[in-house]
């Protein structure tokens, strides 16, 4: 996981509510600090024949879609750094008939996380 940091303010202790917080560290020897720090980060998590993803997915009344992503090993999602409200992005391939296959990509939102189940939405249904 990487974490990019968008900003950060300092203020000194005696300051807190009355003070400019201020971009950069400034302060005296000993003298209490709030730092603020707004970031973003970004998760991957990759399947193979050995560590499988299971996708059950069905099209509400409105067309978009619920599914449920599990992971085979039984593993944790908030382990892996995933939490509820993520946008995330979903990469497949599906193989068709034939030995035709289609790279597809869905984004989605994270509804809910029980230990090796997530929730999500998505305004597109995920398989084709």
Do not use: H
């Amino acid at each position: 996981m990487s974490l990019k940091i968008l900003s950060k303010r300092y203020t000194p202790w005696n300051y807190l509510f009355t003070g400019v917080p201020k971009s950069f560290l400034i302060g005296n020897v000993c003298e209490p600090m709030r730092c603020e720090v707004d970031f973003s980060y970004a998760v991957e998590k990759q399947y193979t024949t050995d560590s499988k993803l299971i996708l059950d997915s069905t099209v509400n009344a409105s067309g978009g879609a619920q599914a449920t992503l599990t992971n085979a090993d039984a593993s944790a999602w908030n382990d892996s750094g995933f939490a509820v409200g993520d946008s995330i992005v979903i990469n497949f391939t599906e193989y068709f008939g034939g030995g035709s296959s289609a790279l597809i990509s869905r984004t989605a939102t994270v509804q809910n996380i029980i230990d090796d189940e997530m929730f999500i939405t998505s305004s597109i249904p995920l398989g084709t």
